[in-house]
């Protein structure tokens, strides 16, 4: 299956601080991008991995479910402490959920999370539906590039396909029940006007997390997709200097 221009997997190595960039649902490397340059800039070794599933064909991400978006992740992770004497994990919506997962599972490798409107919970009702609704309507409209700043393209689908949908709300429910298991420092970006992701998402997680050190900035400017609009480089400058201080002094 060919990948879409601006959608491909993304790596660079520098030095011994590792950073792992996770795309939301739907979505693609290309919202994580700049981010990952500018960290790459900066000294550090970053790998955006590409979800199964997505940056290819809506039909191929029907087969998909979070266990094989998270076994994705892990599997970078795991490179990047091979290789890397510090690991951050950084993530856009669902790659809230799939870094906070990673956190759970896997204290002694992520030192701190950087999320950008993470996703736990849906208010929508129509959700509910979801049990019933997946087996016989393959897909609904998507909620894809919902950006203020004109121009800007995550490549992600137009149609939101409906039984990896009603996977990704088991996966938060998982995450949820365990958001105690979170250790690493924790900061928060959200989005003011977000039409994707609302703001009981955060609030649950800034509820239960184990953290003890957790901080939530507010983005004015942006949408959901904020790794892409005006406060990207709020975010970008925010998330430099949380692994700076959070690095190991051996680390530099």
Request: proline share 6%; hydrophobic share 40%; charged share 25%.
């Given at each position: ?35 990952a340059d500018y960290l790459a800039d900066r000294g ?209």
């Amino acid at each position: 299956m060919s990948v879409r221009p601006g959608a491909e997997a993304y790596r660079r190595d520098g030095g011994p601080v590792g950073v792992l960039l996770c795309h939301g649902f739907t979505g693609s490397p290309a919202s994580m991008r700049p981010w990952a340059d500018y960290l790459a800039d900066r000294g550090a070794s970053v790998s955006v991995p590409r979800l199964p599933g997505h940056g290819t064909t809506v039909k191929e991400m029907q087969g998909t479910r979070w266990i094989d978006w998270y076994a994705e992740e892990q599997r970078a992770l795991l490179d990047l402490a091979d290789r890397c004497s510090d690991v951050f994990v950084m993530g856009l919506s669902m790659g809230g959920t799939l870094a906070l997962r990673l956190a759970e599972q896997h204290p002694e490798i992520v030192r701190g999370l950087v999320l950008v409107n993470p996703a736990l919970r849906s208010d929508n009702k129509v959700l509910l539906a979801l049990p019933a609704l997946r087996l016989v309507v393959p897909s609904v409209k998507g909620l894809s590039n919902d950006i203020a700043k004109p121009g800007q393209d995550e490549v992600a689908y137009d149609r939101t396909p409906l039984k990896p949908l009603y996977s990704l709300t088991k996966f938060w429910r998982i995450v949820t029940a365990d958001l105690d298991e979170v250790s690493a420092p924790l900061l928060v970006f959200r989005s003011a006007q977000d039409h994707v992701v609302e703001e009981s998402s955060t609030r649950v997680l800034l509820d239960r997390v184990g953290s003890a050190e957790v901080e939530q900035r507010v983005l004015q400017r942006s949408y959901h997709v904020a790794t892409l609009d005006y406060d990207a480089e709020e975010i970008f400058e925010g998330s430099w200097n949380f692994v700076q201080r959070h690095t190991a002094p051996a680390a530099g």
